[in-house]
């Protein structure tokens, strides 16, 4: 089983950034994508940004020019540069990884943050 493993979460300030790291915990082939999702309280878990097999990638309209995706396929590593955060960035934010012919979903247990001053 496949777990992605998340780190880099915590309190920052309207304003500041953060950097997002997630490992899958064994090696994966056939990666169709990786990605990053957040859930707020109350809200429906949405896309924040992902990177294809191919390095295409997409971005939520409220993180286009704030947030990068980016990844190190050797090491099955997916991060997320965010910048000039906002207080409605505060979210629970889990990595994705899509692979396999199935196409299988694996999710990360997710890691918090929050931008509060």
């Known amino acids: 089983q496949v777990q992605p493993v998340e780190s880099g979460g915590g309190l920052v300030q309207p304003g500041g950034s953060l950097t997002l790291s997630c490992v899958a915990s064994?090696?994966?082939?056939?990666?169709?994508?990786m990605g990053w999702y957040r859930q707020a309280p109350g809200k429906q878990r949405e896309l924040v940004a992902r990177i294809l097999s191919g390095g295409n990638t997409n971005y939520a309209d409220s993180v286009k020019g704030r947030f990068t995706i980016s990844r190190d396929a050797a090491k099955n590593t997916v991060f997320l540069q965010m910048n000039s955060l906002k207080p409605e960035d505060t979210a629970v934010y889990y990595c994705?990884?899509?692979?396999?012919?199935?196409?299988?979903?694996?999710w990360g247990q997710g890691t918090q943050v929050t931008v509060s001053s």
């Open positions: 994705n990884i899509v692979a396999g012919f199935s196409l299988v979903n694996y």
């Open positions: 064994r090696r994966v082939f056939n990666i169709n994508a």
